[in-house]
């Protein structure tokens, strides 16, 4: 059951107009980030150095000012409404803005980072989003070194290799590190062109499972949203690797039909969205990070780059 933060009784549920916009304030967007960050208002409140109470009544003054509902309760967290998601973009501008102006006249804030960052991410996520973002980092920090490992599958404490975490799924029901939503990103099945006009394209689910399938070794990949027993019941398995680019291959070679990242699929010139509708298998990003490193300079650049890159890059991810 979803619940609210306790903004007042006129704020519009989904609506974005903006009852007074001198009431806004730049400050009150620090809060939001905070508590979208940690996912809840007493770790906002540590991370801000305040109370609990403060953080709520700062959130309810700007969701009163933005005459919109912001935030809501699932799951132990708060999670952005949609016109959340859409604020929560300005709000890391602003917050961001506020840094540099702070680096601008403080040379102790200019200080040169010269460190290393170990990033882990699945395969096509890593290359595809992660691998621009570093990029980006290092024109304004030539001395960053940014060490990327893919196929990374599930978090734990007890793997000490990675600095930053970005994983496909929910963070563990129990866990010490500081997780955060980072995006979303939507899948569908595609083939080649070759494929289709050799064996048909599929306009139905039953017609999908008359054709071979490609997809991620059953058993290794445990996001429930790409399930493939859930999207297509007794799918005909042709080829499966723990690898996204040996499933591209493997369509490529008119080996079957696969499940892939919309995202990815964009970067393959001659693969096709098949004719069959599939209900959208949407996958939750997660970002986690030690929470001793949160505040090592190196780790919060890069941080920032990340949901930077996602936020340059949300309708090619949904």
Known sequence: MHTRVGVSAHAGEGKAAVSDPQSVRADDLRYLVA???????TSAAKLLGVDHST????LQALEQALNTRLLIRSDERWELTGPGRTVMEHARNVVRAVELAAEAVDPMRQRTIDATVRVTAADGFGALIVTPAMARVQLQHPRL???LATGARELTLRDAAFDIAVTPGPPPPATRLFTERLCEYDNGFYASASYLAKHGNPDSIEELTEHTIISFVEGLEKIREIDLSRLVPDARVAFSSTN???????IRQEMGIGLVANFVARTVPDLVPVAAYVPPARVLVTLAVRREALKRPEIQVVREALHQ??????????
């Open 35 to 41: 508590v979208v960050d940690t996912g809840r208002l």
């Open 55 to 58: 953080v709520s009544r700062r």
């Open 145 to 147: 070194r940014i060490e």
């Open 244 to 250: 996204i680019f040996a499933q591209l291959q493997a």
């Open 309 to 318: 890159e996602v936020q340059m890059r949300r309708g090619e991810l949904i």
